[in-house]
């Protein structure tokens, strides 16, 4: 199992919808809470808190801060186990089904449904491995903002736009922002 060291940083951005738009309504249910039982300063939306225990187990399965997978699950679909994206992208990490799929044949499983992805457990376990199996690509050992940056762009983006990026590429637009609010989320969680 990895142990990830981790550093502090500055304020809490707007909190952004799945989609990357800026949420509508702060006071909804989607709206930050600062209450997130065992989170380390991340102000959670209440449906992500909800799944805290669920979040939290599957993490440390899988060698990763709890925290860095609420905030996936916060970014990737505001807690919404039955969210899906115009790109197809399913569940609380929002994974593409040839990444689940991927993922599923890696650990010498079949091929997630697409029910399968919309159920909270299902998505967690296949999502947290993804991103465990990301960290290891990458290299990544100690998660300072930098580290959570590339990580969120190589799950947002791929590596195809990782390495592009690495070369001098520009990242597309809704990379970019997820990348963003990734780091300064991470960043800001300690600093209440």
Sequence with gaps: MVSWACAPAAAEPEPLAPDGAAEPDPGSAQSADESAPGASGLAMPEDVRALWPQISATAQRHGLPPDLVALVVWLESGGRPEAVSPSGARGLMQLMPATAAAVARDRGEPPPSDEEL?????????????????????????????????????????????????????????????AAAMRERWESRDAR
């Design 118 to 178: 919309s159920d909270p457990a299902r998505n967690l376990e296949l999502g947290c491995a993804h991103v465990a199996a990301l960290l290891d690509e990458l290299e990544l050992r100690a998660l300072d903002g930098e580290a959570v940056h590339r990580l969120a762009v190589a799950y947002n983006g791929g590596m195809a736009v990782l390495r592009a990026w690495d070369g001098g590429q520009p990242l597309p637009e809704e990379t970019r922002a997820y």
